[in-house]
């Protein structure tokens, strides 16, 4: 997993669907394969920077130094990140590209492509 210097990053932020039927775990298999098969296609192309998935549990927080904590995210939310895939592109269209090869977006699932600023060293 290396970075091109003349390429950008890329965060594909993968929603779940709170709502409605979730898979069958034969169902789940068969996606999980699929999501193998993407990654290991933008792996094998040198696209990959990292990812991982989340976990449904977690805080919000808010205000001067985070002084509100709530549990998140919430529960009625229709749609919820479940991970993330930070990659290397030409350009958003090209990131977009590699986006709607996403298997998840078979079953329900929304990929939110976000260019990814980079920190300037001081």
């Known amino acids: ?22 898979p069958t775990p034969e169902e ?5 394969a699929r999501f193998k098969i993407w990654m290991d ?8 920077l990292g990812t ?3 976990d449904v549990g977690g805080k919000i927080l808010r205000g001067p130094r985070g002084a ?3 549990d998140g995210p919430f529960a009625e939310s229709k749609e919820i990140v479940g991970g ?3 990659i290397t ?16 977006l078979d079953y329900r699932m929304a990929v939110e492509v976000r260019p ?4 300037r060293e001081p």
């Open 1 to 22: 997993m290396t970075e091109s210097s003349d390429k950008s990053q890329f965060l594909l932020l993968l929603h779940q669907p709170n709502t409605g039927v979730g």
């Open 41 to 48: 296609g933008l792996t094998a192309k040198g696209l990959v």
């Open 89 to 104: 592109a030409d350009n958003l269209d090209h990131a977009v590209e590699c986006a709607r090869d996403c298997p998840g």
């Open 68 to 70: 509100s904590i709530t």
């Open 116 to 119: 990814v600023i980079k920190r």
């Open 28 to 32: 789940l298999k068969q996606i999980m």
């Open 84 to 86: 993330y895939v930070l």
């Open 52 to 54: 991982n998935g989340l």
